[in-house]
């Protein structure tokens, strides 16, 4: 006896790089600042930062090189910047976190020898006007690493400062 198990897709997903490249935010909107991002190039660079508003994490930006295998975005790391030393205080101000670095060093790290990130990803997607009724229609959603990033811009380089 055999049990054939089959799934149909009017499409079958697209779990190629196409389509991908482009800013990616962790919400919909920029409110005071930006939460997390992937920035995803044509040419297959990347660049992550932390979100602005959490003034805790230490790690806070990442670039290299991307690339999606199967359900995988695999990022090749060349470099970090991190907030080293300091004091974790309580929160001031508007910051997203319950608390903040305050008298830390940026510090950046170019590696010799890359290391790999691997998040699980889906395909791009619009989302449903009924699942996010107060968002513009239209807009494209990715989950990355599990978390829904919405696409800003299809060219992260026109709207990105990368200084």
């Given at each position: 006896?055999?049990?054939?198990?089959?799934?149909?897709?009017?499409?079958?997903?697209?779990?190629?790089?196409?389509?991908?490249?482009?800013?990616?935010?962790?919400?919909?909107?920029?409110?005071?600042?930006?939460?997390?991002?992937?920035?995803l190039f044509e040419d297959g660079t990347f660049l992550?930062?932390?979100?602005?508003?959490?003034?805790?994490?230490?790690?806070?930006?990442?670039?290299?090189?991307?690339?999606?295998?199967?359900?995988?975005?695999?990022?090749?790391?060349?470099?970090?910047?991190?907030?080293?030393?300091?004091?974790?205080?309580?929160?001031?101000?508007?910051?997203?976190?319950?608390?903040?670095?305050?008298?830390?060093?940026?510090?950046?790290?170019?590696?010799?020898?890359?290391?790999?990130?691997?998040?699980?990803?889906?395909?791009?997607?619009?989302?449903?006007?009924?699942?996010?009724?107060?968002?513009?229609?239209?807009m494209r959603r990715m989950i990355i690493g599990g978390?829904?990033?919405?696409?800003?811009?299809?060219?992260?380089?026109?709207?990105?400062?990368?200084?």
């Amino acid at each position: 006896m055999f049990l054939i198990v089959a799934a149909l897709f009017a499409e079958p997903p697209d779990m190629s790089d196409a389509g991908r490249a482009g800013l990616w935010h962790a919400m919909p909107i920029v409110a005071s600042g930006y939460a997390g991002l992937y920035a995803l190039f044509e040419d297959g660079t990347f660049l992550w930062r932390e979100s602005e508003m959490d003034w805790a994490a230490r790690l806070r930006e990442r670039s290299g090189s991307w690339r999606v295998e199967g359900d995988t975005l695999v990022l090749t790391v060349s470099s970090e910047m991190v907030w080293e030393g300091g004091t974790l205080v309580p929160a001031t101000g508007s910051a997203g976190s319950d608390s903040e670095l305050t008298g830390f060093a940026e510090v950046y790290y170019d590696y010799a020898t890359p290391g790999e990130v691997r998040l699980g990803v889906s395909a791009p997607e619009p989302a449903e006007p009924e699942d996010y009724p107060d968002m513009p229609g239209g807009m494209r959603r990715m989950i990355i690493g599990g978390e829904d990033y919405w696409l800003l811009s299809s060219d992260p380089g026109t709207i990105l400062n990368l200084d």
